[in-house]
C-alpha cells in the first residue's frame, strides 16, 4: 500500500494525509497508522513507545498538524482510494 494521495505535512518518519497521519516506511504493514477519525485520542503513541525505530518527536509534530488540520479543514481527511490507506 501507498501513502494516501493527498499529503499534507511531511515529517521524517511521519506523514499527516487525507487518511489521517500515516508512517512513511510501509516496512511495518501500516499497523501503526492513524486514521483520522481518531486523532483526538489520548496516548495514540502509546503502543510505539518501546520500538526503537519510533521517533517520539517527529510524532508529536504529525499529531500537532494533524489535529490542527482536522479542526481547521475537517473535510480534508477523505476516505482512501482502493490502493491507499
Not at 517520539?56 to 482510494?81: G, H, I, K, W, Y
Amino acid at each position: 500500500m501507498v501513502l494516501h494521495r493527498d499529503i499534507f505535512w511531511l515529517g521524517r518518519q511521519w506523514a499527516v494525509t487525507g487518511y489521517g497521519l500515516q508512517l512513511v516506511s510501509t516496512r511495518h504493514g501500516m499497523q501503526f497508522d492513524i486514521a483520522a477519525a481518531d486523532i483526538r485520542h489520548d496516548d495514540l503513541d502509546a503502543p510505539m513507545r518501546a520500538e526503537p525505530w519510533f521517533d517520539a518527536t517527529d510524532f508529536a509534530q504529525a499529531l500537532t498538524v494533524a489535529r490542527r488540520r482536522a479542526e481547521e479543514s475537517p473535510l480534508a481527511f477523505q476516505p482512501p482510494m482502493s490502493n491507499e490507506r
